[in-house]
Antibody, heavy 120, light 107 residues
Framework: EVQLVESGGGLVQPGGSLRLSCAAS????????MTWVRQAPGKGLEWVAN????????YYVDSLKGRFTISRDNAENSVYLQMNSLRAEDTAVYYC?????????????WGQGTLVTVSS | EIVLTQSPAILSLSPGERATLSCRAS??????LAWYQQKPGQAPRLLIY???NRATGIPARFSGSGSGTDFTLTISSLEPEDFAVYFC?????????FGGGTEVEIK
């Protein structure tokens, strides 16, 4: 059974940093693109970043470039999102999702999400 | 950036009725469109990928159509569990984008 479990969310002050983790199981992790998608309270879905199987390609939504970094550890079956210089507008549930083997999407399995709250 | 516009924002229907949801892209995305369903407090679930292919385990009452810039998700006969929010998503070009969503509510 495919499982994605996010962790690392919580309350952080504006300007602070957080590192989200997503532990994957039930599939050959190193063969898949992985993605982070976020959802602000009461809002729609926003794609954040994607990373290729071997980490050789990374893509980000323009508005977050330079503040957020996606990475992965195929030995640990995990994908990460390092978030720096956090702002109130980064408050959201962050989902980890599995992409394809030959392409970045679609996203066929999702974790339950981890809530990030940026507030003083 | 490719903008996806979903309509209507809210669709009020009764169980057993047919639901037709629209997603329009700001430029051609060929058939690289997916549909997701999201219920309150839950993660999104993939329903349709590449415009018309049902994902694993998705009931046959869900179908997708379209190509280029105009796409449709049809639910042939609404079941109680189908009342939710539906998002379209394109993977044709970076940045990947989602539509704003259509809420299917009980009339």
């Amino acid at each position: 059974e495919v499982q994605l479990v996010e962790s690392g969310g919580g309350l952080v002050q504006p300007g602070g940093s957080l590192r989200l983790s997503c532990a994957a199981s039930g599939f050959t992790f190193k063969s898949y693109w992985m993605t982070w998608v976020r959802q602000a309270p009461g809002k729609g879905l926003e794609w954040v970043a994607n990373i290729k199987h071997d980490g050789s390609e990374k893509y980000y939504v323009d508005s977050l470039k330079g503040r957020f970094t996606i990475s992965r550890d195929n030995a640990e079956n995990s994908v990460y999102l390092q978030m720096n210089s956090l702002r109130a507008e980064d408050t959201a549930v962050y989902y980890c999702a599995r992409g394809g083997t030959a392409a970045a999407g679609p996203f066929d399995y999702w974790g339950q999400g981890t809530l990030v709250t940026v507030s003083s | 950036e490719i903008v996806l516009t979903q309509s209507p924002a809210i669709l009020s229907l009764s169980p057993g009725e047919r639901a037709t949801l629209s997603c329009r892209a700001s430029q051609s995305i060929r058939s690289y469109l997916a549909w997701y369903q999201q219920k309150p407090g839950q993660a999104p679930r993939l329903l349709i990928y590449d415009a018309s292919n049902r994902a694993t385990g998705i009931p046959a009452r869900f179908s997708g159509s379209g190509s280029g810039t105009d796409f449709t998700l049809t639910i042939s006969s609404l079941e109680p569990e189908d009342f939710a929010v539906y998002f379209c998503h394109q993977r044709f070009n970076w940045p990947l984008t989602f539509g704003g969503g259509t809420e299917v509510e009980i009339k």
